[in-house]
């Protein structure tokens, strides 16, 4: 984050944003609505961001950073590369379910492409105007090392790319958290245990990728 948006009304701006994204989407949300709940003007908001877009990939690279700090902070076990991996994920997935805006940010991402930058002012972020997802690339990494680590020692199939691994983990547990009521309400013998739903998935989702993994 440069200098220029660290001060205090850029932050405000930043966390209005996050808030209105995560509840509205992209394309639904509304530049006005931002600035007039971070207690600023339109133009100051361009000035910081320039466009729609560009605010939203900030948000996205504040949420990003976040959850490499969380990642960069977990105490990993001491044994070989996959029961770090299995911690690291379980670390993953406790983080997008305290964080429920990242969740539906990350779900609202995918689909906020040229059509709905045509929404926002100003020049879009990243080639051809779609949303970047490079802050993401050091959260992803640290499952990328653990993974390759892991072929090195034996431990992880040498047909599986480790990148491609890393991101289908985070695709998993992002469209679980963001399911969650609906695959509660329509799969009644999940719902019966509701309360224990989120981390017995938690467990199957780890369970599912670690095993995908892992050499015969």
Sequence with gaps: MTPKLRND??????????????????????????????????QLLFYYYHSKRGLFQAVLAQAASELEAALAALALPEGGPLERLRRALQAQFEFLARHPQLVA?????????????????????????????????PAINRLVVLLAEGQGLGQVRDDVDPHLAA????????????????????ARP???????????????????VVAGVAAR
């Design 9 to 42: 009304r850029a932050l405000r701006i930043s966390a209005a944003a996050r808030e209105e994204f995560a509840k509205r989407g992209f394309a639904g949300a509304r530049v006005d609505q931002i600035a007039r709940r971070a207690g600023v003007n339109k």
């Design 105 to 137: 940010l990350l779900g609202q991402a995918g689909r906020a492409g040229p059509a709905a930058g045509a929404a926002g002012a100003g020049a879009g972020a990243g080639a051809g105007g779609r949303v970047d997802f490079a802050p993401f690339a």
């Design 167 to 186: 991101a289908q983990a985070l695709i998993l547990m992002v469209g679980y958290l963001g399911m969650e009521a609906v695959i509660a309400a329509s």
């Design 190 to 208: 999940l719902a019966a245990d509701e309360p224990a739903l989120r981390e017995r998935w938690r467990e199957a989702a780890v369970d599912l």
